[in-house]
């Protein structure tokens, strides 16, 4: 079978196609197809079944291209992994940020879950290993509700250095001492706003991002409020912060129950939440897994590893 696949005028064939066209040969190892260009459009041969998919994938690699103005490797896996009829257009999830050609969208199916709970439900809580998403996509959801002026105000909190927060023994004030801690947070507000906008944001306490501490005794109103290394938390801090819900408000709770750090014998806030609240109409509860890793392709075997590692001690 051979079809023609028209290049979109998008003036970047050196990023779709890759450095001395890798990502052409890519798709022809991968996909078992004859890739070859012509002028403005694509050839491509083989069977049937590798030719459709060589096409698909070509076809969102081009618009991935144009939304993200990038095209790595990684993506172009990623990209593959999704095609196929049994797969659900997640163009529906796309979320809008302050960044310019900034969309970003979920790359697997229990991301399009866990952005769908978000917006469905007052209180989710997200389970899973390091690189699935789950504080990068919550960040997100806050940023595009603030933006379209859904909410006022986005606060992030996380547990600092441990569930009982001993900070003292660190040098300089608080801000020094808290944010290696809050690091994470700031990097993916960074990715989708620029940096003299969050300053703004933060100055006007739109956005804060603080020890889980800071949250007692207040109420948080028209509000996205993320805990993220939930995990780690007590249940009565888990209490504490669920208690701070107002009007108007949405709370995400995120965390990797499998990576707890609290001392031994002490039971993690997150998991008596769940247990106690996932029947609850309004809270959702999502698990994303190993094959929702979207990080450097090596990432998901490492978990896997560990993770048998761990079974085995």
């Known amino acids: 079978m051979e079809i023609t696949l028209k290049l979109e005028p998008i003036g970047k064939r050196l990023e779709l196609f890759g450095p ?16 070859t260009a012509r002028e403005n459009s694509l050839i491509i041969k083989g069977r049937a079944e590798n ?18 103005d990038t095209l790595s490797t990684n993506d172009i896996e990623l990209l593959m992994e999704k095609r ?16 310019q050609k900034k969309i970003i969208e979920p790359s697997t199916k229990g991301q399009l879950k866990y952005i769908e709970t978000m917006l469905k439900n007052d209180i989710t809580f997200c389970v899973g290993p390091a690189g699935t998403g789950k504080t990068y996509l919550a960040v997100a959801v806050a940023v595009s509700m603030l933006k379209k002026k859904q909410i006022r105000r986005i606060i992030l909190a996380r547990p600092a250095v441990e569930a009982g927060e001993k900070l003292g023994f660190l040098p300089g004030d608080i801000a020094a001492k808290v944010n290696p801690y809050l690091r994470p947070l700031f990097d993916a507000l960074e990715d989708m706003m620029d940096f003299g906008q969050m300053k703004k944001f ?57 990576q707890i750090d609290l001392e031994k014998g002490k039971k993690s806030g997150m998991i008596v939440a769940i247990e106690k609240l996932r029947r609850i109409k309004g809270i959702g509860c999502v698990e ?25 001690n």
């Open 202 to 258: 933060m100055e006007l306490d739109i956005i804060e991002i603080i020890p889980l501490a800071f949250m007692r005794g207040r109420t948080l109103n028209d509000s996205v409020i993320i805990c993220d290394e939930a995990q780690n938390t007590l249940p009565l801090q888990m209490l504490m912060v669920l208690t701070r819900l107002g009007l108007g408000s949405k709370m995400i709770i995120t965390g990797d129950i499998t």
């Open 20 to 35: 001395a066209d890798s990502h052409l040969k890519m798709l022809r190892k991968e996909l078992d197809v004859q890739v």
């Open 288 to 312: 994303l897994v190993q094959k929702d890793i979207v990080r450097h392709k090596l990432v998901q075997n490492i978990v896997r590893a560990y993770g048998r590692n761990s079974k085995g």
């Open 84 to 99: 196929g009829p049994g797969d659900k257009d997640s163009t529906g999830a796309a979320i809008i940020v302050y960044a």
């Open 51 to 68: 030719v459709n998919s060589a096409a698909e994938v070509l076809d969102k690699m081009q618009k991935h291209l144009v939304r993200n």
